[in-house]
Protein backbone atom coordinates (compact mmCIF):
# COMPACT_ATOMS: atom_id res chain seq x y z
CA UNK A 1 0.00 0.00 0.00
CA UNK A 2 1.49 3.29 -0.97
CA UNK A 3 1.30 6.86 0.94
CA UNK A 4 1.57 9.81 -0.80
CA UNK A 5 2.11 13.07 1.00
CA UNK A 6 1.70 16.84 -0.61
CA UNK A 7 3.45 18.81 1.74
CA UNK A 8 2.01 22.91 0.56
CA UNK A 9 2.76 26.11 1.94
CA UNK A 10 0.06 26.44 3.80
CA UNK A 11 -1.76 22.33 4.33
CA UNK A 12 -0.21 18.57 4.87
CA UNK A 13 -2.32 16.13 2.92
CA UNK A 14 -2.08 12.53 3.05
CA UNK A 15 -3.38 9.77 0.95
CA UNK A 16 -3.42 6.09 0.52
CA UNK A 17 -2.95 5.74 -3.51
CA UNK A 18 -3.16 2.41 -5.41
CA UNK A 19 -1.45 1.03 -7.87
CA UNK A 20 -3.49 2.54 -10.91
CA UNK A 21 -2.87 5.76 -9.30
CA UNK A 22 -5.96 6.53 -7.66
CA UNK A 23 -6.87 8.22 -4.30
CA UNK A 24 -8.24 5.36 -2.33
CA UNK A 25 -8.18 7.57 0.88
CA UNK A 26 -7.76 11.10 2.28
CA UNK A 27 -7.02 13.14 5.18
CA UNK A 28 -5.76 17.07 4.90
CA UNK A 29 -4.53 19.16 7.88
CA UNK A 30 -4.64 22.97 7.36
CA UNK A 31 -1.42 24.52 8.96
CA UNK A 32 -2.84 28.03 10.50
CA UNK A 33 -0.60 30.33 11.39
CA UNK A 34 -3.32 31.21 14.71
CA UNK A 35 -1.47 27.62 15.65
CA UNK A 36 1.71 29.18 17.68
CA UNK A 37 3.82 26.22 16.20
CA UNK A 38 7.18 26.17 18.66
CA UNK A 39 9.36 23.87 15.78
CA UNK A 40 7.80 24.04 12.44
CA UNK A 41 9.55 20.65 11.14
CA UNK A 42 8.37 18.23 14.68
CA UNK A 43 5.31 20.01 13.74
CA UNK A 44 5.31 18.52 10.07
CA UNK A 45 6.41 15.61 11.02
CA UNK A 46 3.70 14.61 14.05
CA UNK A 47 0.76 15.65 11.69
CA UNK A 48 2.39 13.38 8.71
CA UNK A 49 2.48 10.22 11.23
CA UNK A 50 -1.07 11.37 12.47
CA UNK A 51 -2.45 11.70 9.27
CA UNK A 52 -1.32 8.71 8.33
CA UNK A 53 -2.64 6.52 11.14
CA UNK A 54 -6.53 8.02 10.09
CA UNK A 55 -6.09 7.74 6.60
CA UNK A 56 -4.99 3.91 7.01
CA UNK A 57 -7.73 3.87 10.03
CA UNK A 58 -10.26 5.23 7.15
CA UNK A 59 -9.68 1.88 5.22
CA UNK A 60 -9.01 -0.60 7.92
CA UNK A 61 -5.53 -1.36 7.46
CA UNK A 62 -2.74 -1.95 9.86
CA UNK A 63 0.57 0.45 9.32
CA UNK A 64 2.63 -2.27 8.90
CA UNK A 65 0.94 -2.75 4.88
CA UNK A 66 2.50 0.10 3.91
CA UNK A 67 4.96 -0.29 0.95
CA UNK A 68 6.03 2.61 -0.05
CA UNK A 69 5.39 6.59 0.74
CA UNK A 70 5.76 9.37 -1.73
CA UNK A 71 6.77 13.32 -0.84
CA UNK A 72 5.54 16.00 -3.21
CA UNK A 73 7.56 19.45 -1.63
CA UNK A 74 8.30 23.00 -2.72
CA UNK A 75 11.65 23.45 -2.34
CA UNK A 76 15.47 22.34 -4.15
CA UNK A 77 15.34 18.17 -3.58
CA UNK A 78 19.17 17.55 -3.37
CA UNK A 79 20.55 13.92 -1.75
CA UNK A 80 16.86 13.61 -0.53
CA UNK A 81 16.83 16.29 1.81
CA UNK A 82 14.52 18.95 0.66
CA UNK A 83 16.18 22.66 0.42
CA UNK A 84 14.61 25.88 0.69
CA UNK A 85 10.85 25.71 1.39
CA UNK A 86 10.94 29.89 1.76
CA UNK A 87 7.00 29.62 2.82
CA UNK A 88 6.82 27.62 5.71
CA UNK A 89 10.54 29.49 6.63
CA UNK A 90 12.52 25.89 6.62
CA UNK A 91 16.10 26.41 5.04
CA UNK A 92 16.77 22.27 5.07
CA UNK A 93 14.74 18.98 6.32
CA UNK A 94 15.72 15.42 6.00
CA UNK A 95 11.91 14.37 5.96
CA UNK A 96 12.87 11.40 4.26
CA UNK A 97 15.15 10.44 6.78
CA UNK A 98 12.65 10.60 9.81
CA UNK A 99 9.97 8.75 8.21
CA UNK A 100 11.98 5.88 6.87
CA UNK A 101 13.28 5.82 9.77
CA UNK A 102 9.76 5.67 11.50
CA UNK A 103 8.19 3.52 9.24
CA UNK A 104 10.92 1.27 8.21
CA UNK A 105 9.81 1.50 4.52
CA UNK A 106 11.34 2.97 0.87
CA UNK A 107 10.66 6.96 1.17
CA UNK A 108 11.12 9.10 -1.73
CA UNK A 109 10.57 13.04 -2.20
CA UNK A 110 10.24 14.90 -5.52
CA UNK A 111 9.43 18.62 -6.26
CA UNK A 112 5.96 19.59 -6.10
CA UNK A 113 5.88 21.23 -9.63
CA UNK A 114 7.42 17.83 -11.21
CA UNK A 115 5.04 15.36 -9.34
CA UNK A 116 2.12 17.79 -11.13
CA UNK A 117 4.12 17.34 -14.06
CA UNK A 118 4.42 13.00 -14.37
CA UNK A 119 0.70 13.03 -13.45
CA UNK A 120 -0.20 15.40 -16.60
CA UNK A 121 2.14 13.50 -18.27
CA UNK A 122 1.30 9.82 -17.51
CA UNK A 123 -2.64 10.76 -17.10
CA UNK A 124 -3.41 14.20 -18.13
CA UNK A 125 -3.51 16.15 -20.71
CA UNK A 126 0.10 15.74 -22.14
CA UNK A 127 0.08 11.82 -22.28
CA UNK A 128 -0.06 12.36 -25.95
CA UNK A 129 2.86 14.19 -26.09
CA UNK A 130 6.41 12.63 -26.34
CA UNK A 131 8.48 16.78 -26.39
CA UNK A 132 6.63 18.42 -24.06
CA UNK A 133 6.52 21.24 -21.37
CA UNK A 134 4.83 21.44 -17.95
CA UNK A 135 4.84 24.96 -16.38
CA UNK A 136 3.19 25.63 -12.89
CA UNK A 137 1.80 29.02 -12.57
CA UNK A 138 1.22 29.82 -8.74
CA UNK A 139 3.38 31.12 -6.38
CA UNK A 140 6.23 31.21 -8.13
CA UNK A 141 7.20 29.31 -11.52
CA UNK A 142 8.07 25.82 -11.74
CA UNK A 143 8.10 23.30 -14.52
CA UNK A 144 9.15 20.06 -16.18
CA UNK A 145 10.51 19.49 -19.72
CA UNK A 146 9.70 15.83 -20.96
CA UNK A 147 11.59 15.03 -23.95
CA UNK A 148 10.97 11.54 -26.07
CA UNK A 149 8.39 10.81 -23.74
CA UNK A 150 10.81 10.91 -20.31
CA UNK A 151 11.32 13.64 -17.85
CA UNK A 152 14.60 15.29 -17.81
CA UNK A 153 16.03 14.52 -14.46
CA UNK A 154 19.59 16.51 -13.77
CA UNK A 155 22.32 15.13 -12.10
CA UNK A 156 22.23 18.31 -10.08
CA UNK A 157 19.20 19.38 -8.38
CA UNK A 158 18.75 22.54 -10.37
CA UNK A 159 16.52 22.54 -13.35
CA UNK A 160 13.75 23.63 -15.86
CA UNK A 161 14.02 26.74 -13.23
CA UNK A 162 11.71 28.23 -16.18
CA UNK A 163 10.30 31.01 -13.40
CA UNK A 164 14.32 32.34 -12.83
CA UNK A 165 14.78 32.90 -16.65
CA UNK A 166 15.49 36.72 -16.86
CA UNK A 167 12.56 38.59 -19.53
CA UNK A 168 13.59 41.86 -18.50
CA UNK A 169 17.10 44.09 -18.28
CA UNK A 170 17.04 45.90 -15.16
CA UNK A 171 14.09 43.92 -13.86
CA UNK A 172 11.95 43.63 -10.41
CA UNK A 173 14.59 41.56 -8.27
CA UNK A 174 13.86 38.35 -7.31
CA UNK A 175 14.56 35.82 -4.11
CA UNK A 176 16.91 34.42 -6.71
CA UNK A 177 19.58 37.02 -6.53
CA UNK A 178 18.92 38.19 -10.31
CA UNK A 179 16.06 40.36 -11.35
CA UNK A 180 13.55 40.50 -13.92
CA UNK A 181 12.43 37.06 -13.89
CA UNK A 182 9.73 35.49 -15.36
CA UNK A 183 7.93 34.80 -12.17
CA UNK A 184 8.24 38.10 -10.87
CA UNK A 185 5.59 38.55 -14.09
CA UNK A 186 3.78 35.86 -15.04
CA UNK A 187 3.00 33.99 -11.68
CA UNK A 188 -0.22 33.76 -10.46
CA UNK A 189 1.10 35.50 -7.17
CA UNK A 190 2.38 38.78 -9.42
CA UNK A 191 -0.67 38.93 -11.35
CA UNK A 192 -2.89 38.83 -8.33
CA UNK A 193 -0.79 41.45 -6.25
CA UNK A 194 -0.98 43.97 -9.50
CA UNK A 195 -4.54 43.08 -9.50
CA UNK A 196 -4.58 44.02 -5.78
CA UNK A 197 -2.46 47.43 -5.83
CA UNK A 198 -4.63 48.24 -8.85
CA UNK A 199 -7.75 48.53 -7.57
CA UNK A 200 -6.55 49.07 -3.68
CA UNK A 201 -8.55 45.97 -2.83
CA UNK A 202 -7.39 44.04 0.92
CA UNK A 203 -4.15 42.36 0.44
CA UNK A 204 -6.12 39.40 2.29
CA UNK A 205 -8.40 38.61 -0.32
CA UNK A 206 -9.15 35.18 -1.35
CA UNK A 207 -8.49 34.27 -5.03
CA UNK A 208 -11.96 33.89 -5.35
CA UNK A 209 -13.23 37.08 -4.65
CA UNK A 210 -10.42 38.08 -6.82
CA UNK A 211 -11.77 36.31 -9.81
CA UNK A 212 -15.50 37.08 -9.56
CA UNK A 213 -14.71 40.88 -9.79
CA UNK A 214 -12.42 40.68 -12.71
CA UNK A 215 -15.24 38.91 -14.32
CA UNK A 216 -17.52 41.62 -13.65
CA UNK A 217 -14.93 44.08 -14.76
CA UNK A 218 -14.29 42.28 -18.00
CA UNK A 219 -17.80 41.66 -18.90
CA UNK A 220 -18.20 45.96 -18.69
CA UNK A 221 -15.24 45.94 -20.94
CA UNK A 222 -13.18 47.97 -17.94
CA UNK A 223 -10.15 49.35 -19.54
CA UNK A 224 -8.36 49.46 -17.26
CA UNK A 225 -8.23 45.82 -16.29
CA UNK A 226 -8.15 44.83 -19.72
CA UNK A 227 -4.72 46.72 -20.40
CA UNK A 228 -3.43 45.03 -17.36
CA UNK A 229 -4.48 41.86 -17.82
CA UNK A 230 -2.76 42.92 -21.90
CA UNK A 231 0.44 43.51 -20.02
CA UNK A 232 0.21 39.87 -18.36
CA UNK A 233 -0.40 38.06 -20.76
CA UNK A 234 2.17 39.83 -23.13
CA UNK A 235 4.65 38.51 -20.23
CA UNK A 236 4.06 35.13 -20.00
CA UNK A 237 3.79 35.28 -23.65
CA UNK A 238 7.88 35.87 -23.61
CA UNK A 239 8.25 32.90 -21.25
CA UNK A 240 6.62 31.06 -23.44
CA UNK A 241 8.00 32.30 -26.54
CA UNK A 242 11.80 31.73 -24.96
CA UNK A 243 10.07 28.08 -24.34
CA UNK A 244 9.31 27.47 -27.58
CA UNK A 245 12.40 28.87 -29.61
CA UNK A 246 14.60 26.84 -27.32
CA UNK A 247 12.82 23.52 -27.06
CA UNK A 248 10.43 23.46 -29.59
CA UNK A 249 7.76 21.19 -27.57
CA UNK A 250 4.38 19.79 -29.18
CA UNK A 251 2.37 20.69 -26.41
CA UNK A 252 3.06 23.08 -22.76
CA UNK A 253 0.82 22.45 -20.34
CA UNK A 254 0.21 25.35 -17.74
CA UNK A 255 -1.11 23.73 -14.39
CA UNK A 256 -1.29 25.37 -10.71
CA UNK A 257 -3.86 28.45 -10.12
CA UNK A 258 -3.81 30.12 -13.56
CA UNK A 259 -6.54 26.92 -14.23
CA UNK A 260 -9.05 28.58 -12.48
CA UNK A 261 -8.48 32.11 -14.65
CA UNK A 262 -9.03 29.91 -17.64
CA UNK A 263 -11.85 32.53 -18.98
CA UNK A 264 -9.94 35.66 -18.39
CA UNK A 265 -6.77 34.81 -18.58
CA UNK A 266 -5.97 31.22 -20.26
CA UNK A 267 -9.02 32.51 -23.67
CA UNK A 268 -6.81 35.53 -24.44
CA UNK A 269 -3.55 33.56 -23.93
CA UNK A 270 -4.94 31.52 -26.68
CA UNK A 271 -5.91 34.72 -28.91
CA UNK A 272 -2.23 36.32 -28.91
CA UNK A 273 -0.41 32.88 -29.40
CA UNK A 274 -2.26 32.25 -32.33
CA UNK A 275 -1.08 35.31 -33.96
CA UNK A 276 2.48 34.37 -32.87
CA UNK A 277 4.64 31.82 -35.39
CA UNK A 278 8.06 29.95 -34.53
CA UNK A 279 9.55 28.92 -37.61
CA UNK A 280 6.56 26.36 -38.34
CA UNK A 281 6.55 25.21 -35.22
CA UNK A 282 2.89 25.51 -33.37
CA UNK A 283 2.76 24.27 -29.66
CA UNK A 284 -0.83 22.86 -28.35
CA UNK A 285 -1.37 25.12 -25.46
CA UNK A 286 -3.26 23.64 -22.41
CA UNK A 287 -4.70 23.83 -19.47
CA UNK A 288 -3.96 21.20 -16.71
CA UNK A 289 -6.54 18.69 -16.41
CA UNK A 290 -5.34 17.17 -12.83
CA UNK A 291 -5.54 19.23 -9.96
CA UNK A 292 -5.34 19.17 -6.36
CA UNK A 293 -3.96 15.25 -5.87
CA UNK A 294 -1.60 15.67 -8.50
CA UNK A 295 1.12 15.80 -5.65
CA UNK A 296 0.66 13.31 -4.10
CA UNK A 297 0.14 10.98 -7.02
CA UNK A 298 2.97 12.45 -8.82
CA UNK A 299 5.58 11.77 -5.80
CA UNK A 300 4.89 7.77 -6.61
CA UNK A 301 5.36 8.11 -10.27
CA UNK A 302 8.55 5.68 -11.50
ZN1 LIG B 1 14.63 34.59 -9.97
Known amino acids: MQIGIDLGG???????ISKRNLVVAKREKNIESSENIFDIKQYIVDNIKKLITQVLKDIGAPSCVISKIGISAPGKIKNNIIYDMYNLGIKEFSLVQILSEHYGVEVVVRNDAKCAALVEKKIGNLKDYDDCVFLCLGTGIGGATFINGRMLEYTKEWGSEYGHMIIQKNGIECKCGNKGCFEKYASMKAFKSGIINLLNLDSNISSEDILEILLNRVNEKDREISKYIDEYIENLIIGISNII???????ICIGGSFVYYEKILYTKLLEKMNLKNYNGVKPRILLAKTQNDAGMIGALIN
Do not use: C, F, R, T
Request: net charge negative; proline share 7%.
Open 245 to 251: NILGPEA
Open 10 to 16: SHIAVAV
